[in-house]
């Protein structure tokens, strides 16, 4: 169940990627001055290629589509249909002030929402993404990136559930080139959006869960958060 200080918002139509970079950092905002609630968004945009502080111009291979660069952590990404992207405005101020643990917990959250479809997904260390096979199978079937200013979370993550792989071609996505992406529909699983979204709401409860646990385990260390 959705905590009532957190708008869980579904949009079914794409939604263009500079109008929904404004009404995040809005959000933001307004969540950093107690004026609005919490938000996960769930969303898909348009073809767009995004860039983020540490994209280098070397690795935007063929700008077949709009190039924004934005203010998240990562290098370059693709951002398109049969792609599920999720925005999180969330507070960390109430959950740890630790951003590795929020990273962490993103990580797992994922890796839950795709096990309930028999996809084996899988963090790995010292590469950002969720990954999926091993030695020639292994891909990465999803992104992260995320800014946080006044300890509220922006950008997020996005889900490959059966994009145009061909897409990534324009750019090395998130700099790692000796790695390729993978879909859903790759791996043989048909994920409708509707049906990821009902997974991750599953799963989110126990994401903020792990987060408050270690808010509170800072606490008996006498962290102050």
Not at 38 to 45: D, F, K, P
Not at 130 to 142: L, V
Not at 217 to 225: A, D, N, P, T
Request: charged content about 20%; some cysteine; glycine content about 10%.
């Amino acid at each position: 169940m959705i905590p009532a200080d957190i708008e869980w918002r579904i949009s079914t139509e794409q939604v263009p990627y500079a109008e929904s970079l404004a009404a995040m950092e809005a959000r933001a905002v307004a969540v950093a001055a107690g004026d609005a609630r919490e938000l996960v968004w769930l969303l898909e945009h348009p073809p767009v290629y995004t860039g983020g502080t540490s994209a280098d111009a070397a690795e935007l291979i063929d700008p077949r589509f709009p190039v924004v660069q934005t203010g998240r952590g990562g290098r370059y990404t693709y951002h398109g249909p049969g792609q599920r992207v999720g925005y999180l405005v969330l507070d960390l101020n109430r959950r740890g002030r630790d951003i590795r643990c929020f990273i962490h917990e993103l990580e797992n959250w994922l890796i839950a929402a795709l096990g309930a479809f028999g996809i084996a997904a899988r963090a790995e260390s010292g590469r950002v993404g969720i990954w999926t096979g091993h030695g020639p199978d292994e891909a990465k079937i999803g992104a992260i990136g995320v800014r946080v200013k006044r300890w509220v979370t922006l950008h997020g993550f996005a889900i490959n559930l059966d994009p145009d792989l061909s897409h990534f071609g324009g750019i090395v996505p998130c700099g790692l080139a000796d790695y390729p992406v993978t879909s859903a529909a790759a791996l043989g699983k048909t994920i409708v959006p509707a049906t990821f979204d009902a997974a991750l709401e599953r799963h989110f409860p126990a994401f903020l869960a792990a987060l408050s646990a270690h808010e509170k385990r800072l606490e008996q260390h006498g962290i102050s958060v």
